[in-house]
């Protein structure tokens, strides 16, 4: 992406929380579009896909595509592998998911010990 990122100015709650566009990435709302639609294999992927590569690029899309795809693998193999998440982590990981709203999305019942702090069970 030919654009530069200033990471001082990075509004996370408004890439995850709102459309992107206060977030302060280039892009933000179709990367957000893409991501979502990638993640959930949603219908409109294909219009999508397009619509980011025509806003950053061929070489920009297939960033993104890795991207998504390698976070989505890691997800995987961390669910399947049985890797235990210790106390510690959890916590960590339901205050972020709460600051963040992102316990909104289906990933977060992934963990059972984290959907059961979110949930407060």
Partial sequence: MPDKISWVHLDLNNAINGSGAQSGVPHAESLIAFTESAN?????????????????GTEGMIDAAIT???FRSLNIAA?????????????????????THADRFTTAENSTAVKDRIKGT
């Fill in 40 to 56: 959930r294999q949603t219908s409109n992927l294909p219009e999508v896909r397009k619509q980011l590569g025509e806003e950053v």
């Fill in 79 to 99: 669910d399947c592998s049985g890797i235990r998440v210790d106390d510690d982590w959890v916590t960590i990981a339901v205050e972020l998911a709460r600051l």
């Fill in 68 to 70: 998504v795809s390698i």
